[in-house]
T-cell receptor, first 115, second 113 residues
Framework: GAVVSQHPSRVICKSGTSVKIECRSL??????MFWYRQFPKQSLMLMATSNEGSKATYEQGVEKDKFLINHASLTLSTLTVTSAHPEDSSFYIC???????????FGSGTRLTVV | AQSVTQLDSQVPVFEEAPVELRCNYSSSVSVYLFWYVQYPNQGLQLLLKYLSGSTLVKGINGFEAEFNKSQTSFHLRKPSVHISDTAEYFC???????????FGTGTRLQVTL
């Protein structure tokens, strides 16, 4: 089946530093990647949509300068949390649509802790 | 606009008992409906989906769901749960005019002996 590989699974960083999260589609081409944020015991909130070869589309209230998204190729999308602060600590998940019958596949998530 | 409501934030159930997790949606156009399961610190795994055709959909791990258009519901059921079914369950909707999934707030299924 279609797989999205997400790395790292966990990362701890100091306040003020930047962290990059990668999502790779392993056996299909992901022209679109959705990036979600999930707070403890809450649902997934869509942050942005990346499209290969064009600028990402951010949801209302999401700072595009803080959460940099790049969709460099048909198999790689990255989310960089810049100048991270403790309030950015969260679980980040990527997801890509595969095809109408398969639906969407999700990465395994990244637990970001900013200290 | 599309939205999803999962009325039960937590559902405690004993092992081998049946369970139903409720999901209601709102949309003015035709919808695709999904149930996902999330284990701690992991991504989402697709349990089942309704795209069209038969309103009773069978998924993995013995789960099934029934699409009820008149009641705008897509409740998830399992006749006999196992301890390993303890997880967070999310209902999601996708309309034909949008490419983004809209998730419900999730239901925590807690199975105990």
């Amino acid at each position: 089946g279609a797989v999205v590989s997400q790395h790292p699974s966990r990362v701890i960083c100091k306040s003020g530093t930047s962290v990059k999260i990668e999502c790779r589609s392993l056996d299909f081409q992901a022209t679109t990647m959705f990036w979600y944020r999930q707070f403890p015991k809450q649902s997934l909130m869509l942050m942005a949509t990346s499209n290969e070869g064009s600028k990402a589309t951010y949801e209302q209230g999401v700072e595009k300068d803080k959460f940099l998204i790049n969709h460099a190729s048909l198999t790689l999308s990255t989310l960089t949390v810049t100048s991270a602060h403790p309030e950015d600590s969260s679980f980040y998940i990527c997801s890509a649509p595969v095809d109408p019958t398969y639906g969407y596949t999700f990465g395994s998530g990244t637990r970001l802790t900013v200290v | 606009a599309q939205s999803v409501t999962q009325l039960d934030s937590q559902v405690p159930v004993f092992e081998e008992a049946p369970v139903e997790l409720r999901c209601n949606y709102s949309s003015s156009v035709s919808v695709y409906l999904f149930w996902y399961v999330q284990y701690p610190n992991q991504g989402l795994q697709l349990l089942l989906k309704y795209l069209s055709g038969s309103t009773l959909v069978k998924g993995i791990n013995g789960f099934e769901a029934e699409f009820n258009k008149s009641q705008t519901s897509f409740h998830l059921r399992k006749p006999s749960v196992h301890i390993s079914d303890t997880a967070e369950y999310f209902c999601a909707v996708l309309t034909g005019t949008a490419s983004k999934l809209t998730f419900g707030t999730g239901t925590r299924l807690q199975v105990t002996l």
